[in-house]
Structure formats: C-alpha cells, structure tokens
C-alpha cells in the first residue's frame, strides 16, 4: 500500500499565484483532513471531509478551498496566494474500525513558499 | 482556543535517561489519545495510542500514562537514544462528529550521545 501520497513536495508560488496541493490515500478511508504545520504551532486543521462529496471548513479555512470527488483523492485549492500561506501542508486520512476511532495516517507534506 | 495543551515546547536528555511529555485536554468527549512522532522532512507516524479505558500502555521502550479523572496524559521514553530525536505530537479524537483529532504544539525532543 502506498498509503496517503502528497504532490508536490515543494512548491515557491509568488503572491496573487493560485495553485493546487494534491492527497490521494489507497486505503479506502473516508475521513480525510488537511491541516498546516508552522513552527511551534502544531497542526492547524483547514478543511475536512467525511466521504465523497462532503467536506467542511476546519479551524483555518481562509484562503483554501477543496473538494472530494472521490473517496481516493482530496486536493487542497489555493487561490490569490498570500506570504501568510507559506507553510507545510499535510494530508491525512483516518480509518474507523468498529465504530472506534483509530490512527491517522499522514501523507509526507508539501513546504510551501509564497514570495 | 486550544483544546489539547502539549508541553514542555522542547526537551533535551542525555542518552539512557527519561524523556516525560506532558498533555492535558478539556473536551470529555476525547476518547481516542495517540502520540506520533515526526522526522524533519516527514509527516507524522503513529507511535503509540492509548483508549481511556486504561490507565497505562506500553510499547517497549515507550509508555503511555492517563489519567482521565485529571484529563492529563504523558509519553515517557525510557533509556532515551539519540534516534529519538524527533518532534512528538500528543493527540486527542472525539467519539462523535466528525471524529477530528486536534493536537498538541508539538515538543522537539534533542537526545544528545
């Protein structure tokens, strides 16, 4: 299995640029989150989705948007690219077993620079 | 708002010894708490989890501690090696809703030779 695979792995977009981050998991999973990663802040959630054709705002959504055509792939869409979204993006996806929450497995980021 | 707080920031051990991460939460509906381990260039990976139904997990050299009742949990690494050295992320997911893990700053453990 290749589990959750992140394109690009690095990307330098000059600001007012539009570009998109693209996840795909082969695991089957339908919970899939997109979170940014900044240096001492953890893991900032930005978009979610709970299946295809789902997907809902998360803590930082401004700026992003996304969509879920299929349970495969969630692409993160940035439009009108700004210095504050110079960041590590990371996408996850989750399985649950039994009703039962279990690990999320994460893709390798994409470090994102905007000058 | 920060919903599950991580500390300390960063962390420097000795080889052999003890490296103690802390974190505490304030949503009772968290019933899933795993801790995952991130390389410089790497997206985070599973190291351990923990259910509240327990008050202590061990996986050889690394060990969950929880007390629900505090709403506090801790990663303990025993005999702490300088493959260690990572950032290490708790976490904690509800048991309803859209299931979203929210997690801790992170703590960039250093375990020097």
């Known amino acids: 299995n290749a589990g959750v695979t992140q394109t690009p792995k690095f990307r330098i977009l000059k600001i007012g640029q539009s570009m998109t981050l693209q996840c795909t998991q082969d695991?089957?999973?339908?919970?899939m989150y997109w979170y940014r990663q900044d240096p001492g802040m953890g893991l900032k959630l930005i978009y979610y989705s709970v299946g295809a054709g789902i997907t809902d705002k998360g803590e930082v959504p401004n700026g992003y948007n996304v969509s879920r055509s299929t349970t495969e792939d969630f692409p993160l869409r940035l439009e009108l690219a700004a210095p504050s979204q110079t960041s590590v993006y990371f996408c996850a996806s989750i399985d649950r077993i039994q009703g039962m929450n279990t690990e999320a497995f994460f893709g390798q980021g994409t470090r994102l620079t905007v000058v | 708002q920060q919903q599950v707080k991580q500390s300390p920031q960063s962390l420097i051990v000795q080889k052999g010894g003890i490296s103690i991460i802390n974190c505490a939460y304030e949503?009772?509906?968290?019933?899933?708490f795993p801790w995952y381990q991130q390389f410089p260039g790497k997206g985070p990976a599973l190291l351990i989890a923990?259910?509240?139904?327990?008050s202590e997990k061990k996986e050889g050299r690394f060990t969950i501690s929880f007390n629900k009742s505090a709403k506090q949990f801790s990663l303990h690494i025993m005999d702490s090696q300088p493959g260690d050295s990572a950032t290490y992320f708790c976490?904690?997911?509800?048991?309803?809703?859209?299931?979203?893990?929210?997690f801790g700053r992170g703590t960039s453990l250093i375990v020097h030779p």
């Open positions: 949503n009772t509906a968290f019933d899933y």
């Open positions: 976490a904690a997911s509800p048991a309803g809703g859209s299931y979203i893990p929210t």
């Open positions: 695991m089957n999973h339908n919970y």
């Open positions: 923990i259910r509240p139904d327990v």
